[in-house]
């Protein structure tokens, strides 16, 4: 027998095979490239700023995937659109009034009011200032007027940055000292903060505010202060920040102890020891004069300091100060 008479009869392709290699795997194919056209979708759909406002308004779960979206973008290449859209500032500091004048005093809608207000202060345009405003004064709210007050604070930066101008004005810094005589000193804090940004130097009521709170029983109310002083040029924050730059290092931890107290202890020591750095270089370039000598000993100390950014940061100040004296 011939090895031809032993292989299989060759037989036409069934309509079956035909379908199970072709048809079936182009379906799978087609399927895939539709779910993933569809998340496409969704995922961009946001981007239309009337999108945004539809879902914020809806009281469910869906609001949280739109402030998700609104946040991302606001953060993304296209960001810069929707933060100059007065339309779209206008519509969110309305859902921000309504749903503040809901009566709801649940968790959510707390957290979506401070949502609102970091993301109004997140525009360019001078329209996104009035709702913040509005939330500032409302001190029966303190999370919601700090998220507020530091909003206007990121609001001002960013109109200056954009060519606009700023937020600062007599009714603006009216607002924030009112807010810095809360009860609350996580929003005196933020006010103090914000007045270093919207004050100026020895006008209007900022500069006293910030002067009486350098005299504030709250450590970070005092050393925000200071800050805001250093930044308005203002040498009434020397004194406070060389407070901020004495604070002793905390122990380190034993390598196989944990410790999160003292870990965190050490952390804010050197938190505030750098923005007291970060004050004092912001108060020589106000005043592009020399600093006094006992905070000139406190930096030849800190050369020396465990902490790294703490080492750099005394580096950077002293060789911003040696540009302050002329060559021999």
Known sequence: MSPDHLLPPVEPPSAGFLVQLFLVPGLIVAIIVGVWLTFHWLAHLGQDPQAYVRTLRRDNEGRWQAALNLANDLRGPGGAVL?????????????????????????????????????????????????????????????????????????????????????????????????????????????????????????????????????????DVRYNAALALARLGDGASLDTLEEMLSLPDEPAPKPDARDDVAQSKRYKRALVVLNALRGLALLVDATHSPLPEGILAKLKSLAEDPVSDVRTGVTALEAKLARLTPAG
């Not at 007065?86 to 649940?106: F, H, V, Y």
């Not at 909003?151 to 930066?157: H, K, M, P, R």
């Not at 903060?193 to 709170?213: I, M, W, Y």
């Open 83 to 219: 933060k100059a859209d007065a339309t779209l500032a206008g519509e969110l500091g309305r859902i921000l009034a309504d749903e503040s004048k809901s009566g709801r005093t649940g968790e959510q809608s707390q957290m979506l009011r401070v949502y609102l207000c970091r993301a109004l202060g997140e525009f360019t345009i001078p329209e996104a200032l009035a709702p913040l405003l509005e939330r500032a004064a409302d001190t029966t709210q303190p999370q919601v007027a700090r998220a507020a007050i530091e909003a206007i604070a990121v609001l001002s930066t960013n109109l200056v940055a954009a060519g606009g101008g700023s937020s600062s004005g007599a009714n603006v810094a009216d607002a924030v000292v009112a807010a810095s005589r809360s009860e609350d000193a996580g929003l005196r804090s933020a006010a103090a903060f914000t007045l270093g940004v919207v004050g100026e130097k020895g006008t209007g009521p900022a500069d006293d505010r910030l002067r009486a709170l350098l005299a504030d029983a709250n450590n």
